[in-house]
């Protein structure tokens, strides 16, 4: 059965950094596009970055544009998101999934994301 973990989630503080990872088993992802999202309790869940199969074509929301980097190693089947210069509102609990297609543009649109990961929770305080 596939299945997403996720990783590298914790307490930091407002300028820190961290390196989220989502570890892929049960079957190879490497042509499937992916993506990491974020959500609040009493928010929608919201895109953060995406990244297509092999790498090439990335999206990140504004509100994390020039701060995070997604990237994947198909070999290892792992997709990544390092965050820098975290803030208190970056605050959230972080799932990767990965779509039913190829193209990074299926994880921006988010109609079809097809497997979920449980999530891992990043809190930055001031």
């Known amino acids: 059965q596939a299945q997403l973990v996720e990783s590298g989630g914790g307490l930091v503080q407002a300028g820190d950094s961290l390196r989220l990872s989502c570890a892929a088993s049960?079957?190879?992802?490497?042509?499937?596009?992916m993506g990491w999202f974020r959500q609040t309790p009493g928010r929608e869940r919201e895109i953060a970055a995406a990244?297509?199969?092999?790498?090439?074509?990335?999206y990140y929301a504004d509100s994390v544009k020039g701060r995070f980097t997604i990237s994947r190693d198909n070999f290892r089947n792992t997709l990544y998101l390092q965050m820098n210069s975290l803030k208190p509102e970056d605050t959230a609990v972080y799932y990767c999934?990965?779509?039913?297609?190829?193209?990074?543009?299926?994880?921006?649109?988010?109609?079809?994301?097809?497997?979920w990961g449980k999530g891992t929770p990043v809190t930055v305080s001031e």
């Open positions: 999934a990965a779509s039913l297609y190829s193209d990074s543009s299926s994880v921006v649109r988010q109609d079809s994301m097809n497997w």
């Open positions: 990244i297509n199969w092999d790498g090439s074509s990335t």
């Open positions: 049960g079957r190879t992802f490497s042509t499937k596009a």
